[in-house]
């Protein structure tokens, strides 16, 4: 069956709403293997973003959810498929960056450290992305983005989300996969 972008996103809100994991990781790679989410493309900015938001709720973070989960929706909606290739920042990280400025409802005028904050995580993990190189893989670079946003809120805010080592399960069904190079790869 195809799903449309905006079914892939109500998919994923239904899906996150009802988990208590603190694991964003985790949240993320249940949806990664439902059937309406491709090994590719633009529905991953919107996961990995809400995976986020869902694992920082349910380890203590103070949001409305479903509130900041509609105004992720309406950001990363907006982010065109292929965004690594073609305009040089991942998907993931920045949905994990809009996650973070909705947590802390950050807008083009803030003043405060979290617009500061959000765009530290944000360089940071595109630079550790630049090391690795491509070819594209929303999974490793979900990854990289969710762990590292893990260390980040623990740090900044004393937020403490549950984590996992990472075994990527994906290498056959990803025709780009750069095997050894990428941090995930298991032989």
């Known amino acids: 069956m195809e799903y449309t972008l905006q079914e892939k996103y109500d998919l994923i809100k ?16 249940e949806l990664m293997n439902k059937d309406f989410i491709n090994m590719h493309g633009p529905e991953h900015h919107f996961l990995d973003g809400a995976a986020f938001l869902t694992a920082y709720k349910n380890a203590g973070g103070d949001i409305d959810l479903p509130t900041c989960m509609e105004t992720l929706a309406k950001r990363t909606i907006m982010m065109p498929g292929a965004m690594c290739g073609y305009w040089g920042v991942c998907g993931s990280v ?3 960056g809009a996650a973070l400025s909705v947590i802390h409802k950050t807008s083009p005028l803030s003043t405060d450290d979290y617009y500061k904050d959000n765009m530290e995580y944000t360089s940071a993990v595109i630079s550790k992305m630049s ?12 990854f990289i983005s969710l762990s590292n946003g893990i260390k ?4 900044k805010y004393g937020i403490e989300m549950e984590t996992e080592t990472i075994a990527c399960d994906y290498k056959l069904k990803n025709s780009q ?4 190079r990428c ?3 298991k032989n």
């Open 177 to 180: 996969c750069i095997q050894e």
């Open 183 to 185: 941090p995930f790869y």
């Open 94 to 96: 920045t949905a994990v």
């Open 131 to 142: 090391k690795i190189g491509g070819a594209r893989c929303c999974k490793r670079n979900a």
């Open 152 to 155: 980040f809120v623990k740090e």
């Open 14 to 29: 239904q899906h996150l709403l009802n988990t208590q994991s603190k694991n964003p990781i985790k949240i993320a790679k």
